[in-house]
Structures are given as structure tokens and as C-alpha cells.
């Protein structure tokens, strides 16, 4: 069974540190989203791509981070500086182009934690 | 603004107790309502897929029901085994496909 895939399961930094996650959506989803999960909380969208144009990043601290979906398949979203608030887990979902209420897939994520 | 809230937080039952949990949404605009299951240190694995226009979905000893006019879902769980410790996180979907997530709730079965 396709699935998504997330590198690397988990990152160590300090603090002013730049660092970057790596996602790969299962093969023909064009709708791509980033999602980063506070210890203890549920997961908040940061960005959504719809092939390789960013639909919503309205959550997204763009004076420190950034994402890219260059070629419309697998997407990289960084952090610089990274900040002892950024720990936390960096999901990864795709979904099929089309209705928006089809399921997400979601990857195993990414555990940062800055020091 | 959508805002998703859990209830309880966090529970903990004996195995083969009947368990529901709670979920409520403040817009109902909606396009559907999902429950998640979440391993510790893991990623979100899809339990169950309710459209707006659906009352309940049911996949074995889960049934999920939804009341999209009161803003609320319940996530019913059958004959609890300690596998299905895990924290369950409810999300509503809407405009372009957007989760809003519950903060979810922790469910420990022990034997």
C-alpha cells in the first residue's frame, strides 16, 4: 500500500540553527499539506499545496519558515533560525485531487527538538 | 473561526468496556468529519470518514455518529482491548480541504 514518507523521523538542533524536513506524497496526490503538532495539542495546518502553488499558508511564520513543492511532487519546508518553540512533530498529508472532503494520508513525521 | 474540542482529555477504562468519546465543532459548514488514531511518537492513521450529508460510518467495534446541525460527533468504541490505547484526535474538514483538529483524547485500556 502507497504511503507517505517523511525524512528524517527525527531531528536534534540548537537553537539559531537552520534545518529542513522532507516530505513525499503518495504518487498522484496533488493536494499536499504540512502540519506541525505541539506536544499534547492536535495538529495545525502551516501550509497546502495544490500541485506546486502554495493555496494557504496563513499559519505559517514566514519570517522563519519556508516551504517548496518545486516540481509539484515532493516538498521540503524549512526552518531558519530554528527556536526553542519550533520543537515539536512536522506532519506530512496528501491527498487526491478533486472533492475536498476525500481522506488525507498522512506520513509518520518528523520529531524536532531544538536545544 | 473553526474550533474543534475533545472531551475528556484523557480516559481510562478496564478491557472490554463500551466507551464513547466526545467531539464538538463550532462552524457547520463542513464538508466532513474524520477520527484519527495517533501511536506515541507517530502519525495519524484514518479511522473513520463521515460526509456532511451522512448520519453515522461504522468499521468494526468503531461507529462514529455525526449531528452536523448541533455540532457534534461521537466516536463509539466496542469491547475495548488495551491495542486500542492511543490518543484519538477528531478533525472537521472544510473549505479546500482544510483539518481542524480536536487537542484529542487519550484512551488507556488496561487489561
Known amino acids: 500500500e502507497a504511503e507517505v514518507a517523511q525524512s528524517p523521523r527525527y531531528k536534534i538542533t540548537e537553537k539559531s540553527q537552520a534545518v529542513a524536513f522532507w516530505c513525499d506524497p503518495i504518487?498522484?496526490?496533488?493536494?499536499l499539506y504540512w502540519y506541525r503538532q505541539i506536544l499534547g495539542q492536535g495538529p495545525e495546518l502551516l501550509v497546502q499545496f495544490q500541485d506546486e502553488s502554495v493555496v494557504d499558508d496563513s499559519q505559517l511564520p514566514k519570517d522563519r519558515f519556508s516551504a517548496e513543492r518545486l516540481k509539484g511532487v515532493d516538498s521540503t519546508l524549512k526552518i531558519q533560525p530554528a527556536e526553542l518553540g519550533d520543537s515539536a512533530m512536522y506532519l506530512c498529508?496528501?491527498?487526491?485531487?478533486?472533492?475536498?472532503?476525500?481522506?488525507?494520508?498522512f506520513g509518520p513525521g518528523t520529531r524536532l527538538t531544538v536545544l | 473561526k473553526q474550533e474543534v474540542t475533545q472531551i475528556p482529555a484523557a480516559l481510562s477504562v478496564p478491557e472490554g468496556e463500551n466507551l464513547v468519546l466526545n467531539c464538538s465543532f463550532t462552524d457547520s459548514a463542513i464538508y466532513n468529519l474524520q477520527w484519527f488514531r495517533q501511536d506515541p511518537g507517530k502519525g495519524l492513521t484514518s479511522l473513520l470518514l463521515?460526509?456532511?450529508?451522512?448520519r453515522e460510518q461504522t468499521s468494526g467495534r468503531l461507529n462514529a455518529s455525526l449531528d452536523k446541525s448541533s455540532g457534534r460527533s461521537t466516536l463509539y468504541i466496542a469491547a475495548s482491548q488495551p491495542g486500542d490505547s492511543a490518543t484519538y484526535l477528531c478533525a472537521v474538514v472544510g473549505q479546500g480541504g482544510k483539518l481542524t483538529f480536536g487537542q484529542g483524547t487519550i484512551l488507556t485500556v488496561h487489561p
Open positions: 463521515i460526509q456532511s450529508s451522512q
Open positions: 504518487s498522484g496526490h496533488a493536494t
Open positions: 498529508a496528501s491527498r487526491t485531487r478533486g472533492l475536498a472532503g476525500v481522506t488525507q494520508y
